[in-house]
C-alpha cells in the first residue's frame, strides 16, 4: 500500500531510439510478436525485465507447451511451430508426446504437450530474434508508455545504463499484466478490489534431477492419486497433483507442486510474499518426494525458477471479449486470427481443486479481442486480450499466446506501414499471416491435420 508521503521528480529522460514496433514483455507471445514483426518489415524491439526471452516458459520454468493440439488436430503454425522444431534441432526436446495433465488430481485430461528444456529455449529464442533482426533489450523494464492524444507512442524504460525512452510507431503490450496498456487508459478486468486476493494461485516451479522418471511413470494413477491425497493431508503437498514435465533423458522432473493462493502479482509485496513461501513450499514438497515418492528417492533439488509463475491479473476489455460460450460454441470470426485448443483450465483460488477440461474443437479468436476500444498505437497480446476469466482459462496457454503473438506483431508492422491513423484491414493480417505459415481458421487447422501423421501413435 502506497503512504502518504509524496516527493516530486523531475525528470529529463533522453530519447535512446526510434522503431517501428515496439513489443513489450518478450514471453512466449511478445517473443514471437517481436520476431513476427521484424519479419514483416518492421523496425522492431523487444523489451524484456528478465535476463532471457522467453517468459513463464523459461524465467518461470514451465517447461511444457501446451495448446497445440485439440484432439488430433494441430492449431499453432507458424513461428510457434518453427519454434517447437528449433527447440527439437537443439537438443531440447523429443518432440510431442502424450500426456495427462493433473494426473493424481479428480479431473486429470489426456492431451498432448511438448516439453522443452528452459535453458535451450533460451538459446532458440537468442538465436531467432538475432536472425529476424530484432534489437533485444534484456534486464530492461518499462516503466510507462509515451502517450499523445488518444495514442500510445512509445515507452519509457529503466535499465542498469538509466532511464531512456523509445519512440514506436506501434506498441505491442506483451507484459502479461497488460501493464502499457493499463498505463494508457485503456479499460481492463481482473483487478477488481474483490478479485485481488482470489485470483488463481501462484505456483514457483523447481527441478529435481537424478529422477528415476520411469519408474514414477509407470505407477498407476490410483497409486499416485493416493500419494497426493495423503501429501496434501498432511499439509506437505500443496494441491493434488504431483505434475511434472521432463527433459530429454528422462533424468530430471521440472515441477509444478507448489501453490501459492491469495496473492495480488500486481502488488510487489504479494509478489514477494509469493516467491518466499514458494519456496518454503518447495523446501515442504522435495522432503515429500525423496520420502515417500518411487523414482524420487535419490533425487536432489536443481534449480528453482528465476519467478514465480503468474496465472491471472489484468485482462483488457477490447472490441471483442472472448466468453466461454465463443469457445464451447465454436463460433466463427471473419477476422479470426489465431486458434486456441484448450484445455479449459481454472485452478480453484483458494482451495486445492482444479477444473480441467477440453473443448470439443479448436476454437478462434478474433483479431478484436488484441484491440483497445479507443486507444490507437497498441496492440495487446498473450495472457492479458480482452476474454473473461473462464475464457481467459482455455486462451492463455503459451500455444495460443505464440498464435497471438504472430497476429499482435503482424499487425503491429501493417499498422506502423499505414498511413498515420488507418488501421490494417482484417483480411491483410490474416494474408500475411497464412504466408508466414500461420493458421488462422479452424477449417486450415483441420485440413493440415489430416494431412499429419496421427498424434495417438506419439509415445507418452
Ligand atoms: C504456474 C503456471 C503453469 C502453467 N502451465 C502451463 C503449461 O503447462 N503449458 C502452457 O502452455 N502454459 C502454461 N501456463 C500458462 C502460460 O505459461 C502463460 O499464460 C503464458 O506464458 C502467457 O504468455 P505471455 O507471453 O502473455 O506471458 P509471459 O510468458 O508470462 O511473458 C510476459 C513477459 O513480459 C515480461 N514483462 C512483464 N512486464 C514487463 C515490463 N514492465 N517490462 C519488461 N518486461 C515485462 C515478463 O518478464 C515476461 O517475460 C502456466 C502458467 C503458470 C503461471
Known amino acids: 500500500m502506497p503512504g502518504n508521503e509524496f516527493i516530486n521528480e523531475s ?5 535512446l531510439s526510434r522503431y517501428d514496433v515496439v513489443v513489450v514483455g518478450g514471453g512466449a507471445s511478445g517473443l514471437v510478436a517481436a520476431v513476427a514483426a521484424a519479419r514483416s518489415g518492421a523496425r522492431t524491439a523487444v523489451i524484456e525485465r528478465s535476463g532471457c526471452l522467453g517468459g513463464t516458459g523459461t524465467a518461470g520454468m514451465v517447461a511444457q507447451w501446451i495448446g497445440f493440439f485439440n484432439g488430433p488436430v494441430r492449431v499453432v503454425g507458424g513461428i510457434g511451430f518453427e519454434l517447437t522444431e528449433r527447440v527439437r534441432a537443439l537438443g531440447g526436446s523429443t518432440g510431442f508426446r502424450r500426456y495427462t495433465l493433473a494426473e493424481a488430481s479428480s479431473s486429470p485430461v489426456t492431451i498432448t ?13 537468442d538465436e531467432i530474434t538475432r536472425e529476424a533482426g ?6 530492461s523494464q518499462v516503466v510507462r508508455p509515451l502517450l499523445g492524444e488518444r495514442r500510445v507512442e512509445g515507452v519509457v524504460i529503466e535499465n542498469a545504463s538509466g532511464r531512456s525512452a523509445l519512440r514506436a510507431a506501434m506498441v505491442v503490450d506483451a ?85 501459492i493462493p491469495g496473492i495480488d502479482a500486481l502488488d510487489a ?9 514458494g519456496r518454503q513450499q518447495v523446501k515442504s514438497v522435495v522432503d515429500f ?9 535419490a533425487s536432489v533439488l536443481a534449480g528453482i525458477a528465476e519467478r514465480v509463475g503468474v496465472r491471472e491479473t489484468r485482462r483488457i476489455v477490447g472490441r471483442h471479449t472472448l466468453t466461454e460460450s465463443d469457445i464451447v460454441g465454436g463460433v466463427r470470426f471473419a477476422d479470426a486470427v489465431a486458434l486456441g485448443a484448450g484445455p479449459m483450465d481454472l485452478h480453484e483460488a483458494g482451495g486445492t481443486g482444479i477444473a480441467l477440461w477440453m473443448p470439443p474443437a479448436p476454437f478462434e479468436i478474433p483479431l478484436a479481442c488484441l484491440l483497445p476500444q479507443e486507444v490507437g498505437g497498441l496492440v495487446v497480446t498473450g495472457r492479458a486480450i480482452s476474454a473473461t476469466r473462464e475464457a481467459n482459462g482455455g486462451a492463455r496457454h ?45 477449417d486450415a487447422a483441420v485440413q493440415l491435420s489430416e494431412r499429419e501423421a496421427p498424434i495417438e501413435a506419439l509415445p507418452a
Open 289 to 297: 518426494l525423496r520420502e515417500r515418492v518411487p523414482g524420487f528417492e
Open 398 to 442: 503459451m500455444g495460443t499466446a505464440m498464435c497471438l503473438g504472430h497476429a499482435a506483431g503482424v499487425y503491429a508492422a501493417l499498422a506502423a506501414a499505414a498511413p498515420a491513423g488507418r488501421e490494417p484491414a482484417a483480411e491483410d493480417v490474416r494474408r500475411v499471416l497464412v504466408e508466414q505459415n500461420a493458421l488462422v481458421s479452424s
Open 11 to 15: 525528470l529529463s529522460t533522453p530519447v
Open 113 to 125: 504437450n511438448f516439453p522443452f528444456n528452459p535453458e535451450v529455449l533460451k538459446i532458440a529464442a
Open 175 to 259: 507484459s502479461g499484466d497488460a501493464a502499457v496498456a493499463a498505463a494508457s487508459g485503456v479499460p481492463f478486468a481482473g483487478a477488481e478490489p474483490e478479485l485481488r486476493h482470489h485470483r488463481q494461485p501462484c505456483t514457483l516451479v523447481f527441478r529435481m534431477s537424478n529422477v528415476d522418471v520411469k519408474t514414477f511413470r509407470a505407477l498407476p494413477r490410483e497409486t499416485k492419486r493416493a500419494l497426493a491425497v495423503e501429501g496434501v493431508q498432511q499439509g506437505r503437498l500443496f494441491w493434488e497433483s504431483l505434475s511434472f514435465c521432463s527433459t530429454p533423458g528422462e533424468k530430471d522432473a521440472i515441477c509444478l507442486m507448489s501453490r
Open 134 to 139: 530484432v534489437d533485444v533489450y534484456l534486464h
Open 269 to 277: 509485496g504479494d509478489l514477494t510474499r509469493a516467491e518466499q513461501t
